[in-house]
């Protein structure tokens, strides 16, 4: 298949960022971990046939630690990678399904919780780069998840 007959194979560059960004910026973040031995969560992708959200959550101490991700219905249980970092991975996130929510919540010391999305990831990376190709993969997730959220919603 050549490129005047895959669309696909086409390459657009023509985004604008800024329309974009402010676009992602609706989608938000949230994070309550002051009350446990919580330091940090942060939020990942791993993009390849397909998408994988992933919530890291770094802790001082992980007496009593447990920690689940709801999405779509399915419950995901955190795993711990190293000493102090545990991972939850969300997978297979289809792409009408970029814009809703990862519910996180937990015990460490105390409760925690957050709530993230692919396109809450996508925002911050497109603010925090300078590289053009990052920032056209993120408008172009943006793009696509528009696209297919319009055709799952027809359904």
Known sequence: IGTDHAEMATYYTDYNF????????????EKIIENSNVNNIKFNLSIGSSTTFN????????TGFSATALFDGKTYIAKKISGGIYRIQVPNVMPYMYGDSVQISGTAGGDFSAIGSVLYYAGVRMNNTTDEYEKQAYASAYYYYLAAKAIFDQQ
Not at 18 to 29: G, H, I, M, P, T
Not at 55 to 62: E, H, Q, W
């Open 55 to 62: 919530v890291f959550i770094y802790i001082d101490d992980d």
């Open 18 to 29: 800024d329309a974009v960004y402010n676009a992602l910026s609706e989608f938000k973040c």
